[in-house]
């Protein structure tokens, strides 16, 4: 059964740092390209940033880059997107997306950056 479960989402300063993690299950998760994804209400979702499946080449929106970092250990199924210098605009729900089925998202992990 697949399963993307992620964590480490809380409140932070601005300028402060977070790291997310999610922990996939139930595919070849090395066979898979990986996502970030973050949804702020009343706004769509955008993507964050994604790793490829066998490069491990990375790609970022241009609002996180240089300050955000998405990696991977595929011997733990896991994806982490490490986050510094956080704005009050990254203030999201925060999914990670990949795997054999287009339809399935977690339930996401809440960011808020504020004072």
């Known amino acids: 059964q697949v399963q993307l479960v992620e964590s480490g989402g809380g409140l932070v300063q601005p300028g402060g740092s977070l790291r997310l993690s999610c922990a996939a299950s139930g595919f070849t998760f090395s066979a898979y390209t990986m996502f970030w994804y973050r949804q702020a209400p009343g706004k769509e979702r955008e993507l964050v940033a994604f790793i490829r499946k066998i490069t491990g080449s990375t790609v970022y929106a241009n609002s996180v880059k240089g300050r955000f970092t998405i990696s991977r250990d595929n011997a733990e199924n896991t994806v982490t997107l490490q986050m510094n210098n956080l704005k009050p605009e990254d203030t999201a729900v925060y999914y990670c997306?990949?795997?054999?089925?287009?339809?399935?998202w977690g339930q996401g992990t809440q960011v808020t950056v504020g004072t």
């Open positions: 997306k990949g795997g054999p089925l287009d339809d399935y």
